[in-house]
């Protein structure tokens, strides 16, 4: 399928009973894309880059442990594909793991508007990240939300720089409260490039 028409359909899916005989060996055969997709960003926040396969195991697990019918089925096609890479982008979900609640409240207190502090640096470029409009990830008393859906739009000079292996590739966040960036390994690279068209 063409990286530009990536699209879970209703036919993509398999029955919960399919699904379910064969969700071990799935989950087994996303592990390693999953491990390069995964970026630590600082001591609390890590970015997940989204493809094609990670969405549709989502969909499916969510349709295995919620047994919501058809009508789930739309439900969950509607929230996902948005998260697919189109040919021309990465597409990120974004997150702070923060076990302890309290401690979890404070730092996000802190980090209202962080949705609009992500970014790429792809060589003397800062691509900023777009967040997926489906809600307000900022709280009108300044709390940020601790999961975030990030596209990350690139023109073709930026991947053609993004697949050249001399230039480095930072994810970063500039926010005053929450300033890291992670320089991406070079097969976390190779791996993503495979999102483009």
């Not at 699904?19 to 071990?24: C, G, I, L, S």
């Not at 894309?33 to 493809?51: A, H, M, N, S, W």
């Not at 793991?97 to 409240?105: G, L, N, V």
């Not at 999961?147 to 050249?164: C, K, Q, S, T």
Request: some cysteine.
């Amino acid at each position: 399928m063409p990286a530009s028409s990536r699209t879970i359909t209703r036919a993509d899916l398999l029955s919960d009973a399919e699904f379910a005989k064969v969700r071990k060996e799935r989950r087994a055969e996303l592990l390693p894309i999953k491990k390069l997709r995964r970026i630590d960003l600082g001591p609390v926040c890590t970015v997940y880059f989204e493809t094609f396969e990670t969405m549709l195991f989502q969909i499916q697990e969510m349709l295995l442990i919620e047994k919501g019918g058809e009508e789930q089925i739309q439900d969950e096609l509607a929230a996902y594909n948005p998260l697919i890479p189109q040919g021309s982008e990465l597409v990120a979900t974004i997150m702070f793991e923060i076990d302890e609640p309290t401690r979890r409240a404070n730092i996000l207190a802190r980090l209202g508007g962080i949705e609009d502090h992500f970014f790429l640096q792809i060589g003397a470029d800062k691509i900023r990240a777009i967040p997926e409009g489906d809600v307000e990830r900022t709280r009108s008393d300044g709390k940020a939300s601790s999961v975030h859906f990030m596209h990350f739009p690139l023109e073709p000079a930026h991947i053609a720089v993004f697949r050249d292996p001399a230039t480095q590739i930072m994810v970063g966040s500039d926010h005053e409260s929450y300033a890291h960036l992670t320089i991406l390994s070079p097969a976390t690279r190779a791996e993503l490039a495979r999102d483009f068209a």
